[in-house]
């Protein structure tokens, strides 16, 4: 007997528990990554160059890398996690079939959905929305209010929450392989980057090349929420900051060059994506 494919077993999964309306479907899933980071552990290859070779966004199960936990490896949080949310349909299929995750940009902004993982983006095509699932809060948070685009209420409960602004996104799984030709509409680059190896090899992608709007913070700002990351990311970020100001670039210029623990760099970049936008600068500070 054939064997259900455990993407339809995932979304199936999922959409017997969702409720609400349809989405607009005029939304975008937003995917967050730093594209000047190097690609793994002892690799001179920046994320950029791996997407422009492989020409496929992949998951941390294929990757082994990720801005969140790493923690994708059988019996890990994220095996836990996603066989638990998914009826155990990739315990034991093809890692590339595995749920790619971004946030859903229900608020339109322009930096994405979920800067705290990445100072860029990919902008998924309308079409990828027919396979994607999402719940609120994060998965980390074992959420019980799960969606699918044909059934959706949890831009509502993200609205009405009092989450922090790098929190308060809907996450989306994008399940199933993701190319970047056929399935992404933009890479979307902050523009701290343009001039650099970055937009060069941008340029090589199967798909359009955007920018945003772009993330700049002042250590004045930084040094106002010393709560935020702690004293010792604050002084961290005065050391790597030129001018008294933070970006994306001189962010992974100093993760790339050492010297520095770079979950403490993480911590950083979570200062400048929350303090480095006009909206960030007012909007208060939760948790």
Known sequence: MKQPDPVERAL???RARASGPALDPTLRVTCSFHPDRFA????SELVIERLAREGVYASQFVTGTSNGGLTAFEGGDRFRWES????????AADPDLRPKYGALNHRRRSTGASPRFGSSYIRLAAHTLERTT???PDSVDDPSDLAVATACRLTALADADTRDLLDDYVEAQVHGHLALADDVEAVVLDPSFRGTRVEDVAQRLPCAVE???GFCASVPDIEAHPEY???????LARDIALDGRLT?????DRARL???DLQAVKRVWHYTARFGTTEGRGTPVTH
């Open 248 to 252: 994306p670039r001189l962010i992974g």
């Open 40 to 43: 793994g552990p002892g690799s």
């Open 258 to 260: 050492g010297g520095a």
């Open 84 to 91: 638990a949310l998914f009826g155990g349909a990739y315990d």
């Open 134 to 136: 999402f719940c609120y």
């Open 12 to 14: 199936a999964h999922v």
């Open 229 to 235: 990351r702690g004293h010792e990311i604050v002084a």
């Open 211 to 213: 920018w945003h709007h």
